[in-house]
Nanobody
Framework: QVQLVESGGGLVQAGGSLRLSCAAS????????MGWYRQAPGKQRELVAV???????DYADSVKGRFTISRDNAKNTVYLQMDSLKPEDTAVYYC??????????????WGQGTQVTVSS
């Protein structure tokens, strides 16, 4: 069984930084894309950043220049470095992995979410 476990959320003042981590574990054959999504109260879940296995990245316009996504394929881990945080970044952040478990078909997996709160 595959699990994604996130860490690194918390409370920070506007202008501050946080680093999120998400480690995938279990019987995994290959991890393709990994990404971060977020959902603020009363809003739909939105894509924040995504990174391919080879390291190509893409970001939501609202976080470009402030957030950096990276991954360590040897550790099956994806990171999100968040700098110059704004109150509007407050949300629950979810890790996503598009992966192929051993003996199963390719599918999407989600972490449990980690709260990020930015105070003004």
């Amino acid at each position: 069984q595959v699990q994604l476990v996130e860490s690194g959320g918390g409370l920070v003042q506007a202008g501050g930084s946080l680093r999120l981590s998400c480690a995938a574990s279990g019987s995994i054959f290959r991890i393709h894309n990994m990404g971060w999504y977020r959902q603020a109260p009363g809003k739909q879940r939105e894509l924040v950043a995504v990174i391919t296995r080879l390291g190509t990245t893409d970001y939501a316009d609202s976080v470009k220049g402030r957030f950096t996504i990276s991954r360590d394929n040897a550790k099956n881990t994806v990171y999100l470095q968040m700098d110059s945080l704004k109150p509007e970044d407050t949300a629950v952040y979810y890790c996503n992995a598009d992966l192929t478990p051993r003996g199963w078909g390719r599918d999407d997996y989600w972490g449990q979410g980690t709260q990020v709160t930015v105070s003004s």
